[in-house]
């Protein structure tokens, strides 16, 4: 009842955290537009994007380890538990001393590299330093944060996430307001945001882990080597990802120019957002199946990974269908009519299976930048090939690749995922065929319109996965979780 309960105000943190993510994006993208232009704000997720590149370098390191923080803890092995996270500490200091000098001086020529509006060079390397500093303030971040993660206290770690999201955006209007705006004052948020969250981070690591302590001589350079012997797959894992889902950005630049990169970095808002409230829903799922693998448990992993498999799809099937179907008149509404032409791993990790899964996923990102760079060009679908390329790759691994090896590693049948993932899909399409043909009859040109129209077809959804999707014991826990929330916040273990 206890993991239920924590599960309940983990999942209603993490979708209140998406729900402000999403108010933000709302009002924050327009506003920047409207004081930037959109060739200068196209600058902001680019810097966001490469900076992404440089988290590499940590990769190796701390992917792997809240595998084996979580089941030290798990396990009451308090000497194992600090040896982890002090190798780990230490070894994310180091990383950030040799790296960031490099990273200033590269900073200060990127605008070579890129296309940028005339004029804003200096700004976009002022902008590169910031963004990267706020990168680094979060690697040095990631051994604190790990412990909401291992606690499984998520409701804790989004509550600083909210904070500092709006502590992020309240420092670049505070700005804007006392200067004229310049596009690396967006970089000026990003660090203090990102100072904040360390704060943050250190008080919850404190109240929840007590048993852990800094001491720098607990770093122990054989367990260096087997976190990085698990995280060395991994790195080959995420250059696979970023040539997934953040290569689009730099080919657009390069391609079309900084006014085509800013558009399409606005819209892209939209899917950053819809990949986060995955993230952030499967990541609630992590640290039991962790402690179920740890445990030997694999009746209950099994049950209890099919049952996440479901959650995740029924929750994101909506909000997928909503922003599909509404997609011109969202866009419309939301940066008006310039941009309708727009609108067209747990398991693995727990099981320490990653090396197929980092193959395959690295030989897809360098399949996406060759069918991107493709359809963009010699086939001449501009900035919608971009698009497609990410859309046919993505969708053939996590649809096809991901769902097979998952219960293949679990000794199950092949067809065990797909049978909780092919009926989400076609729900989506559902959802988003009903929204387009909503959107469409009635021409939606305003919020109230949008409001109006997507609460409509939320309810129904609602009532069809409450009524006919979900078993007895799923629907005690929504009622639960509409009981409960908003989530209990304490610092209570």
């Known amino acids: ?47 966001t994007s490469i900076t992404f590149y440089f988290g590499l370098a940590t990769i190796t390191l701390n992917a792997a380890v809240g595998r084996f923080l979580t089941i030290a803890l798990d396990q009451q092995e308090s000497e194992d538990a600090n040896r982890i996270f002090n190798t780990a500490l230490v070894g994310n200091v180091i990383i950030v001393c040799l790296l960031f000098a490099p990273a200033i001086v590269a900073s200060w020529y990127v605008g070579v590299w890129f296309n940028t509006p ?13 963004i990267i500093c706020s990168s680094f303030v979060t690697m040095l971040n990631s051994s604190f944060s790990l412990a909401s993660f291992c606690r499984n206290r998520f409701d804790l770690s989004n509550t600083i996430n909210i904070a500092s999201n709006l502590i992020r955006i309240s420092t670049v209007v505070v700005l804007f307001n006392c200067f004229v705006p310049q596009v690396w ?31 720098p001589r607990s770093f122990d350079v054989a367990t260096l080597r087997n976190l990085t012997s698990l995280g060395g797959w991994l790195l080959v894992s995420e250059v696979g990802s970023l040539l997934l889902i953040s290569i689009d950005l730099i080919v657009v630049n390069k391609l079309f120019g900084a006014e085509a990169g800013g558009r399409y970095g606005a819209i892209l808002q939209w899917s950053f957002l819809l990949r986060s409230l995955a993230y952030v829903i499967a990541g609630v799922f992590g640290p039991t199946i962790f ?33 599909c179907g509404f997609s011109s008149s969202l866009l419309h509404v ?20 990653v090396c197929v899964p980092a193959i395959v996923t690295c030989l897809s990102g360098v399949v996406n930048l060759g069918l991107a760079l493709l359809l963009a060009g010699p086939v001449g679908w501009g900035m919608y090939g971009v698009a497609a390329a990410g859309a046919i790759v993505l969708t053939g691994v996590n649809l096809i690749f991901y769902p097979w090896y998952s219960a293949h590693i679990l000794g199950l049948s092949h067809d065990s995922f797909f049978r909780g993932t092919l009926p989400n899909i076609c729900i989506a399409l559902g959802v988003a065929a009903a929204c387009w043909g909503i959107s469409h009859y009635l021409q939606i040109h305003s919020w109230l319109g949008l409001v109006l129209c997507g609460g409509g077809v939320a309810i129904a959804y609602s009532a069809y996965v409450y009524a006919l999707a979900l078993t007895e014991g799923e629907r005690e826990t929504v009622l639960t979780l509409l009981r409960t929330f908003p989530a209990r916040f304490s610092f209570v273990a």
Not at 12 to 27: E, G, H, Q, Y
Not at 334 to 353: P, Q, T
């Open 1 to 47: 009842m206890k993991e239920r309960s924590q599960f309940v105000a983990n999942l209603s943190a993490n979708l209140l955290s998406f729900a402000v993510s999403v108010l933000i994006a709302v009002w924050y993208t327009p506003y920047l537009i409207r004081h930037l232009g959109v060739g200068a704000y196209g600058l902001i997720p680019l810097a």
């Open 291 to 323: 402690m179920l693998y740890g445990r030997q448990d694999t009746t209950g992993l099994v049950r209890y990974s099919q049952q996440a498999v479901k959650i995740l799809g029924l929750t994101i099937a909506l909000p997928i269908g909503l922003v």
């Open 185 to 215: 004052h967006v970089g000026i948020g990003a660090v203090v945001a990102a100072l904040f969250s360390m704060l943050g981070s250190i008080v919850i690591w404190w109240h929840l882990t007590p048993m852990l302590q800094i001491q």
């Open 334 to 353: 939301w940066l008006g009519a310039a941009f309708v032409s727009l609108g067209l791993f747990n398991i693995r990790l727990a099981a320490k299976k």
């Open 118 to 130: 005339p004029g804003y060079e200096r700004a976009l390397s002022w902008l590169f330093v910031c």
